[in-house]
């Protein structure tokens, strides 16, 4: 089975100085691991994922995300932070050796900015 | 412009009536998937389909069914066996993954359902 963890519900950064989201997953084979951001009643926007190569994925808006296989982790970051960040982020894992194609999300971290 | 269509975007449903949620894609996504969201639990996957007529329970299928007999259609009925149906609803759809990669899975607006 797959599984995602965010053991943080809710994460505050003042705006300008780095931000960290974090993530950790579970899966019998080799991940796929991805992020999405989501505003108020819409829906999610994808910012990266990590299928293979180089262990420090970036994606869109100035977010990167490492790759940590050892620990099991994918954690979410930005050198610096901006109010307009302020959202909920969902990290996701699919496992390519089952049969279940199907993303198994976390329970999600809201990130607040203070200006 | 291609994305993912939900409709309606809210949707209000007595005690004991079926409602069905729209799901229309013209990305020509392959799969389609539904996704329940509930405050602090994420997104909990209700069904999916890889190809047209096929489709999978998820992890809480129970209280819901779906049809796929189009390619760019997925709608989701929730039948009045889904004791708490009131939740945020969202389709998504991705590429067939072909088991050389994989594409990220592109979302719609999402539908909120009350029960009233």
């Known amino acids: 089975a797959q599984s995602v963890a965010q053991p943080e519900d809710q994460v505050n950064v003042a705006e300008g100085n780095p931000l960290t989201v974090k993530c950790t997953y579970s899966?019998?084979?080799?991940?796929?691991l991805f992020w999405y951001v989501q505003y108020p009643n819409r829906g999610l926007q994808f910012l990266l994922k990590?299928?293979?190569?180089?262990?420090l994925v970036k994606g869109s808006y100035g977010f990167e995300a490492e790759f940590n296989k050892s620990q099991t982790s994918f954690h979410l970051k930005k050198p610096s932070a901006l109010v307009s960040d302020s959202a909920l982020y969902f990290c996701?894992?699919?496992?390519?050796?089952?049969?279940?194609?199907?993303?198994?999300f976390g329970s999600g971290t809201r990130l607040q900015v203070q200006p | 412009d291609g994305g993912i269509t939900q409709s309606p975007k809210y949707l209000f449903r007595k005690e004991g009536q079926n409602v069905t949620l729209s799901c229309e894609q013209n990305?020509?996504?392959?799969?389609m998937y539904w996704y329940r969201q509930d405050p602090g639990q994420g997104l909990r996957l209700i069904y999916y389909?890889?190809?047209?007529?096929?489709?999978q329970k998820g992890d809480i299928a129970e209280g819901y069914s779906v049809s796929r007999e189009k390619k760019e259609s997925f709608p989701l009925t929730v039948t009045s066996a889904q004791k708490n149906p009131t939740a945020f609803y969202l389709c998504?759809?991705?590429?067939?993954?072909?088991?050389?990669?994989?594409?990220?899975?592109?979302f719609g607006q999402g539908t909120r359902l009350t029960v009233v």
């Open positions: 998504a759809s991705t590429l067939q993954d072909l088991g050389q990669g994989s594409t990220e899975a592109f």
């Open positions: 899966v019998s084979g080799n991940p796929y």
């Open positions: 990590y299928i293979t190569g180089d262990n």
């Open positions: 996701a894992v699919r496992d390519i050796w089952t049969g279940r194609r199907a993303l198994t």
């Open positions: 990305l020509n996504h392959d799969a």
């Open positions: 389909s890889q190809i047209v007529n096929d489709f």
